[in-house]
Structure formats: C-alpha cells, structure tokens
C-alpha cells in the first residue's frame, strides 16, 4: 500500500523541506574548489541538528555520513571524506532530513567554476527530466507517466537513464513505496492519489545506463566513467496538482562565486 499523508503529517513535511532547504544553503556558500567534501558534511550536520532535525541518511543501513557527496563519474551515494572538489566538476548533493519523524529527501547537481559544455549540458538535461516528470504527479494519473516523460527526455536529449537505481516513495519513512523508476512505458502501474508523497529523482549519465559500487560498498559510479548528474524532489500529490515540497532548493545550479 502506498500511504497516503494526514494534513497534519503534510505539515510537518513542509516544515521538514525548508530545513532541507536551509542545509543546502549553508553548503551552497562552501561549493568552489579546494574545499573537501568532508566539510559539506560538517556543515550539513550542523545545520540539520541546530533545525532540532536529525540526519536521515546518517547511520541508515550502515550509511556513515550526513550527506552524499558524488563528483563526476560518482552517480550516488558517494561518502564525504579527504576529496577536494576541483574546478571543472560536476558535484551532486544528496541530503535527507528527519523533522518531527517527517522525511523529506532532495539532490541537486552543481557545476564548479567553469565546466565543459557537455557537463553543462548533462545537469540541465537531468533538471529538465525531473520537471518534466513531477508535471505528471498528479491526481488519476499512472506511476509510470512519470517513469515516461523522464525517459523520454533524457534520451532524446541522447544521454542514458540509471535503471538499476530508482525513486521512492517517502514520508513516514525514508523509503515508502512505491519504487519509482525513471524509465518505463507511460499508464502503468498504481493511480496516483491525494496525500501521496514521493520522492523523485532521475540519475542520468552521459555514457551508457551501466553502473557499479565501488570497494567502499556504497559510492555508485557509472561503469564506463563517464560524468553522471543527480536531481531530485519530494513532491506531494494534490487536488489541483504536484505541490514540490523542496522548491526552495531550485536554484543557484552553480557552486558557489565559481559558476
């Protein structure tokens, strides 16, 4: 069953997303060359904590930080550390809150300084995909009629869609169903209702579709090593339309001074 949320529960999820989106603030004045993905996620830590949240990634499953930090090649799920960011990257910023036992998730890409104009390209492509799917998040409409228009985008943009990693449901719990896959034929799967709550999040490369963990156990990288962007939302499905709980992080797609 895919749950469906209390106003009340709704509530909490907004306030959840603006100290979501006050965490990526305080890493956006950071996001310029030289500086460690380790201090993304001391200052993430920080923020979260002050808001009276707690980190929702951090020790789920085993996960060791605050955030996930992904440079480049690194699809997902990469752990902060020692790396300094270098000019020319494309960094991608994955960061879940837990408020009032609400959870609200969103990533975004950024390019640092002055990247080529594929890289460039390739983060666009991946926001536009994503928009281009929470504008089917709405009442009566299928699962997959977003699975489609991110799919349909991407690819006739020529890049590939990440299939082995997908959405998901969120709100009572990090992860709710349903998956939510960024590929797919369009009128499949389950109607979307009011109150359902799902997080959104196509993870495009610009090679082949083909990923793989590395030896730490979580950092994703695409299997030919070419450069992969990360967006993504959580999107609440109402009466009138898609409500996007964490547009407050829809902006600023440039680190810091460097973009």
């Known amino acids: 069953m895919i749950p469906i949320k209390t106003e009340e529960e709704i509530q909490a999820l907004r306030r959840s997303a603006v100290l979501l989106t006050r965490t990526f603030r305080a890493i956006e004045t950071m ?7 380790g201090q993304l996620d001391d200052i993430a830590y920080e923020t979260i904590t002050e808001g009276k949240g707690i980190p929702a990634f951090k020790g789920y499953n085993g996960y060791p930080s605050t955030v996930c930090v992904s440079i480049d090649e690194q699809v997902v799920h990469g752990i902060p ?38 890289k460039r390209r ?45 959405g998901h449901g969120i709100g009572r719990a990090m992860h709710e169903e349903p998956q939510v896959p ?11 209702k009011e109150g359902m709550t799902l997080a959104i999040e196509p993870m495009v490369n610009l090679g ?3 990923i793989k963990i590395l030896d730490d156990g979580w950092t994703v990288v695409s299997a030919d090593g070419s450069p992969s962007a990360h967006f993504e939302h959580t999107v609440l499905v109402t009466g009138e339309g898609p409500e996007i709980l964490t547009f407050g992080i829809d902006d600023n797609l440039s680190g810091g001074d460097n973009g």
């Open 31 to 37: 996001l310029k060359p030289g500086v460690t993905t």
């Open 81 to 118: 550390g020692p790396e300094k960011m270098r000019e020319g990257s494309l960094v991608s910023v994955d960061i879940g809150v837990n408020l009032e036992g609400l959870f609200t998730d969103a990533a975004k890409t950024y390019a640092i300084g002055s990247v080529a104009p594929e």
């Open 122 to 166: 390739l983060m666009e492509t991946t926001y536009q995909s994503l928009h281009r799917g929470i504008r089917h998040c709405r009442k009566g409409a299928h699962l997959t009629d977003v699975s489609h228009a991110i799919q349909q985008y991407v690819e006739s943009r020529g890049y590939s869609v990440v299939r082995d990693l997908v």
């Open 182 to 192: 960024n590929f797919g034929p369009a009128h499949r799967g389950p109607k979307l």
């Open 208 to 210: 082949g579709e083909g």
